[in-house]
């Protein structure tokens, strides 16, 4: 009304103005028309996440859903949801090609044109910040998550350092700003604490030695990381800092998001995250770190760093601040806090974010057990993995089942060994199961959400460390339990049985997942044979809805769900007395072989050597099992 009286204001009184108000209206409505064309095109490539690597007493099921669902949000909150077409990402950084843009060429740029150089690093750099990542084709996929990551926060002032000419051609393909290192190290996976995992750690002190020169401030971090918030606010908060760092500090120092009281921080350092400034103490650090290694390949990387920052410790050097003056009096060093640069038990086991009620910056995979692979797992776990659409879509399809769990086995009595091993090995059982059916209908399992009562760590301890806020019960990742390395491993299928692949309990709720499974599901209500309506028929009693005998043989379930080979996903009520095991003799042996192979040891118990238990996969063939540790060296071996 009011635009309406001016206009006719306008015309009764000074003509002019008409073909003012006129233009004006025109340019909103044409802004207008321009803001929602963006919106909506922003909209659908948002939701278009399928092709990202195209380019490129009695039985409580739910015992308490308020619980799990707590649980579930501890690593699913920081998810980002659906993940662009890269194609479509424009990101760029002072006129360069646009980050996952892929090069208008057919041939590769000659080798000098991938030397580090302080050209190279000032034109990626942004406000004189560069973050940078490095590793061999091993960890080609967490370099493209870790890039993600940071390219959906808005930030292109990264390179990524290649240490062998296959992980350079493939990410200059994908359009990630990557540089030679010069390293010429294996494609392979070099394992932690092995020469070559040393090797690496020297390449990145001698590639912080080589950057800092160049004036630039320096965010180092480990490929097994990914970041979930932008740091750099965060970073420079702390002006004064000449070096900020991550730390393996399991217990809280601090409630909200300042840095670690560094006099009560009694973890080590880590150096998979932390922040260089190209000052004359850090540069001299870094040098000295540099040498020390170069001096002696025994020191590890880490190890060298902490003895450093270690020669002098202290006084603080503010009031407010809690940097400390650290190495040789001079250097101000922060302790970044572990609540928000999470590591693998402050992220994945006490969440103390959400405890908190912050918002995390990064995690990093440490505190972790299967390797690389279990490293890969956590992540998918928290869904902040970027996997290929293959990965959402195997072929023959999922199985998933709802675990059914007593809940005073969850809930009541003390968290010690035997209620501990009691609650495993209820689930164990079920997953033992649903591996059987998965292997029997060449599907691909989908764990379920592991429940434990006590933490697993390489050292004697209580159940839980002592000051940290892990909460008991909790869902534990499944390495804590099983061997997941093992059972991603490809075992002769002579002696083991066809392999059985899996996903992580997670899986179903991931924002990646493609519509074509979500809509493709059969609930499977397991029922008494004698029961009213229970019969082996692949008639539905609704639509999506099957009704099957409990205990059916290894023919009856061929027979039956034959008919559903095309559904996505098989969902089980329950995998109690679902399959009796496989009729074939030999084929039941295979399948022995394999999944005895899947778990792993609980440790350890307090002041006995050794004092870790074997997890047993048939725990309840063997009469009056219990948790014990190994008595004997002869018994200290997997269970048979």
Same mark, same amino acid.
């Given at each position: ?10 015309v ?6 008409l ?12 802004s ?16 278009d ?90 960890? &080609?996929d967490?370099? #493209?998550?870790? /890039? ?25 393909w %994908? ?10 190290m294996?494609?392979?996976?070099v ?6 995992f ?104 880490q190890?060298?760093f ?13 009031e ?30 006490q ?59 969850? #809930? ?15 689930? &164990? ?12 209908l060449?599907?691909?399992?989908? &764990?379920p ?36 390395n093992? &059972? ?28 074509? /499974? ?5 609930? /499977? ?16 009693? #609704?639509?999506?809805? #099957?009704?099957f ?55 350890? /118990? ?15 063939? %063997? ?18």
């Amino acid at each position: 009304m009011g635009l309406g009286n001016g206009c006719q204001d306008g015309v009764n009184t000074r003509p002019l103005f008409l073909v003012i108000y006129a233009t004006v209206i025109a340019g909103i409505v044409f802004s207008s028309l321009y803001v929602f064309s963006a919106v909506y095109s922003s909209s659908n490539s948002v939701s278009d996440s399928s092709s990202w690597f195209s380019s490129t007493s009695s039985e409580f099921t739910n015992f308490d859903s308020t619980l799990i669902k707590d649980q579930r949000s501890d690593v699913s909150q920081p998810s980002t949801g659906p993940t662009p077409d890269f194609s479509n990402t424009v990101v760029q950084n002072k006129g360069e090609r646009p980050i996952w843009e892929a090069p208008n060429t057919k041939n590769m740029p000659p080798p000098e044109a991938f030397n580090l150089s302080k050209e190279l690093v000032q034109k990626r750099a942004k406000d004189n910040i560069i973050i940078v990542t490095f590793g061999n084709y091993a960890f &080609m996929d967490f370099i #493209l998550s870790w /890039v993600k990551h940071l390219t959906d926060l808005g930030l292109t002032n990264l390179l990524v350092g290649a240490m062998d000419t296959k992980l350079l051609e493939a990410l200059y393909w %994908k359009g990630i700003p990557v540089f030679d290192m010069g390293s010429h190290m294996s494609t392979v996976d070099v394992g932690w604490g092995s020469p070559t995992f040393h090797k690496m750690g020297r390449e990145k002190v001698i590639l912080i030695d080589s950057i800092l020169p160049y004036g630039v401030e320096l965010l180092m971090c480990d490929t097994d990381m990914v970041w979930l918030k932008n740091p750099l606010p965060y970073l420079a908060r702390y002006p004064a800092a000449d070096v900020l760092t991550s730390s393996d500090q399991v217990v809280p120092t601090v409630v909200d998001d300042r840095l670690d009281k560094w006099n009560e921080v009694t973890g080590a350092l880590n150096i998979g995250i932390f922040h260089w400034r190209p000052t004359e103490a850090s540069k001299k650090l870094a040098k000295e770190w540099k040498e020390m290694l170069l001096a002696d390949d025994k020191i590890w990387d880490q190890n060298g760093f902490n003895e450093l920052v270690h020669k002098k410790y202290g006084p603080s050097v503010d009031e407010d601040s809690e940097l400390v003056y650290a190495y040789d009096g001079n250097l101000k060093l922060g302790v970044l806090p572990a609540s928000i640069f999470c590591s693998g038990h402050t992220y994945f086991v006490q969440a103390m974010y959400q405890q908190f009620r912050l918002e995390p910056y990064a995690v990093h995979t440490t505190f972790q057990y299967a390797g690389t692979e279990g490293k890969r797992h956590r992540l998918r776990e928290a869904m902040v993995f970027f996997d290929p659409p293959e990965y959402f879509d195997a072929p023959g399809g999922y199985l998933s089942f709802k675990p059914s769990i007593p809940k005073n086995l969850v #809930l009541e009595g003390e968290h010690n060994l035997d209620t501990h091993f009691t609650l495993i090995n209820y689930q &164990m059982k079920q997953i033992r199961t649903a591996l059987a059916i998965a292997s029997l209908l060449n599907r691909t399992l989908i &764990m379920p959400p592991l429940w434990c009562r006590l933490d697993r760590l390489w050292f004697g301890h209580p159940g839980v460390l002592q000051g940290s806020v892990t909460r008991q019960p909790f869902i534990c990742p499944l390495d804590h339990v099983f061997e997941v390395n093992v &059972m991603l491993k490809e075992l002769p299928e002579e002696e083991f049985g066809p392999g059985i692949d899996f996903r992580e309990y997670s899986f179903l709720e991931n924002p990646l997942l493609p519509k074509q /499974v979500k809509e493709s599901w059969l609930d /499977v209500q397991l029922c008494k044979q004698e029961s009213e309506g229970c019969s082996a028929s692949n008639d539905t009693v #609704l639509p999506g809805v #099957l009704k099957f005998p409990k205990g059916s043989n290894e023919d009856t379930f061929k027979a039956i769900f034959s008919t559903f080979k095309d559904v996505k996903v098989i969902q089980f009520s329950t995998m109690q007395d679902a399959f009796p095991g496989f009729s074939d003799k030999k084929r039941e042996e295979k399948f022995r072989n394999r999944v005895k192979r899947y778990v792993g040891i609980w440790c350890c /118990v307090e002041n006995a050597a050794p004092g870790h238990i074997y997890y047993d996969m048939y725990w309840d063939e %063997k009469p009056n099992w219990k948790p014990h540790p190994p008595r004997t060296p002869e018994e200290d071996r997997p269970p048979l």
